[in-house]
């Protein structure tokens, strides 16, 4: 039978099947030397000491929030406290784009907003345009709920957004039955306007015909693991002057230049977008040089071991390290 962990804490995963049955497992101790990471989303075989003993295998995964097997990431913002910060958000689209992952944007807190109506139309000229569909809503006051209860039908959802945009409000307003809508909200810091932290874990909640992971709210996220090339590829409104750039390995930030082909076309791409783009380029480029110093470190060690002038390690020196080997097994074991 297939199992389906929906909610994990310290070494306890908690599993249900199909038939809303519910277990409380272990890992097997080879899933944790093959450092398999399970998490929220995950497939499972367990025997029958509840012992999860195999990880079937994965539509997609995520490492922020730790989640898999998504058909769709609502991104949740809100328009006020915290505040609307579209490089953020561009961010977490940028990020599900480069995982293949579904995305559509919910703008909460309406109720906060200072214009709503033209906040709405600069927001839909934005990401409409990039074919994001897009929900107003007010979590609290149960406001366009219902919009999003109908797209999302028998889907798995992810929530994604930064602490205190109203996530698990939003978890909560969708349940018809308020008996049912108990999932712990926090409140905003009056200091900061920013979230607190409330939701520490990944955890499925099921709906008649849908069910959405509540995560918890972060905003620490670096694009340092793809180079500049990769980067801009995500940008579609970006991408199509890109392509057209005719300076190989241009990373099309020098504004002045008028002969690159998106500088050229800055006045047809937003602003918000276009400095995102050079935002998430800085930590990019970063990634780049890392890796190009650590190919030429490893260059330069091949060629010294190639003429020969490779220093001798010790007698002692490779001996201690064959021991420090055999101490890992034994550890691992
Ligand atoms: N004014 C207003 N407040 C809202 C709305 N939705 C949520 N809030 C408030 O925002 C605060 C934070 O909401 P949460 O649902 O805990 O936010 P979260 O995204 O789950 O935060 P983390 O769990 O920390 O990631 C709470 O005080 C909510 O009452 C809304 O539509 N309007
Ligand atoms: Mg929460
Ligand atoms: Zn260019």
Same mark, same amino acid.
């Given at each position: 039978?297939?199992?389906?962990?929906?909610?994990?804490?310290?070494?306890?995963?908690?599993?249900?099947?199909?038939?809303?049955?519910?277990?409380?497992?272990?890992?097997?101790?080879?899933?944790?030397?093959?450092?398999?990471?399970?998490?929220?989303? #995950?497939?499972?075989?367990?025997?029958?000491?509840?012992?999860?003993?195999?990880?079937?295998?994965? /539509? %997609?995964?995520?490492?922020?929030?730790?989640? !898999?097997?998504?058909?769709? *990431?609502?991104?949740?913002?809100?328009? %006020?406290?915290?505040?609307?910060?579209?490089?953020?958000?561009?961010?977490?689209?940028?990020?599900? /784009?480069?995982?293949?992952?579904?995305?559509?944007?919910?703008?909460?807190?309406? $109720?906060?907003?200072? @214009?709503?109506?033209?906040?709405?139309? *600069?927001?839909? /000229?934005?990401?409409? %345009?990039?074919?994001?569909?897009?929900?107003?809503?007010?979590?609290?006051?149960?406001?366009?709920? $219902?919009?999003?209860?109908?797209?999302?039908?028998?889907? +798995?959802?992810?929530?994604?957004? *930064?602490?205190?945009?109203?996530?698990?409000?939003?978890?909560?307003?969708? %349940?018809?039955?308020?008996?049912?809508? #108990?999932?712990?909200?926090?409140?905003?810091?009056?200091?900061?306007?920013?979230?607190?932290?409330?939701?520490?874990?990944?955890?499925?909640? #099921?709906?008649?015909?849908? !069910?959405?992971?509540?995560?918890?709210?972060?905003? &620490?996220? &670096?694009? @340092?693991?793809?180079?500049?090339?990769?980067?801009?590829?995500?940008? #579609?409104?970006?991408?199509?002057?890109?392509?057209?750039?005719?300076?190989?390995?241009?990373?099309?930030?020098?504004?002045?230049?008028?002969?690159?082909?998106?500088? =050229?076309?800055?006045? =047809?791409?937003?602003?918000?977008?276009?400095?995102?783009?050079?935002?998430?380029?800085?930590? !990019?480029?970063?990634?780049?040089?890392?890796? +190009?110093? &650590?190919?030429?470190?490893?260059?330069?060690?091949?060629? !010294?071991?190639?003429?020969?002038?490779?220093? /001798?390690?010790? =007698?002692?020196?490779?001996?201690?390290?064959?021991?420090?080997?055999?101490? &890992?097994?034994?550890?691992?074991?």
């Amino acid at each position: 039978m297939v199992w389906q962990v929906y909610k994990i804490h310290s070494d306890f995963y908690y599993v249900k099947n199909c038939e809303h049955d519910t277990l409380t497992c272990k890992l097997r101790d080879v899933l944790k030397k093959q450092k398999i990471d399970i998490v929220v989303g #995950d497939f499972v075989e367990i025997d029958k000491n509840c012992f999860i003993t195999k990880l079937l295998k994965r /539509k %997609n995964f995520l490492i922020r929030p730790k989640a !898999s097997n998504i058909d769709l *990431a609502l991104v949740v913002c809100s328009f %006020n406290e915290p505040k609307l910060d579209l490089i953020q958000l561009n961010r977490y689209l940028i990020y599900l /784009k480069y995982h293949n992952i579904p995305s559509c944007i919910c703008f909460n807190k309406e $109720d906060l907003s200072n @214009d709503l109506n033209n906040e709405i139309k *600069a927001l839909k /000229k934005i990401y409409e %345009n990039l074919g994001y569909k897009l929900f107003f809503i007010s979590a609290k006051n149960k406001i366009n709920i $219902d919009e999003i209860k109908k797209y999302i039908k028998n889907c +798995s959802i992810v929530l994604i957004g *930064a602490s205190g945009v109203g996530k698990s409000t939003l978890i909560n307003a969708l %349940n018809d039955d308020d008996n049912k809508a #108990d999932k712990k909200t926090g409140t905003i810091s009056k200091k900061t306007l920013k979230g607190t932290h409330t939701t520490r874990h990944c955890e499925i909640v #099921d709906y008649e015909d849908f !069910s959405i992971i509540d995560t918890p709210g972060f905003s &620490k996220l &670096k694009f @340092d693991f793809l180079l500049p090339n990769a980067l801009v590829d995500l940008f #579609d409104d970006i991408k199509i002057y890109a392509k057209n750039c005719k300076f190989k390995n241009c990373t099309h930030d020098n504004i002045e230049n008028k002969t690159c082909e998106v500088c =050229k076309n800055l006045d =047809k791409i937003d602003k918000s977008r276009y400095d995102s783009y050079v935002c998430f380029l800085i930590e !990019s480029l970063e990634y780049k040089k890392e890796i +190009s110093k &650590k190919s030429i470190k490893k260059e330069s060690l091949n060629k !010294s071991i190639s003429n020969k002038t490779a220093l /001798k390690v010790s =007698k002692r020196k490779r001996n201690l390290s064959r021991n420090t080997q055999k101490q &890992k097994i034994k550890d691992e074991i």
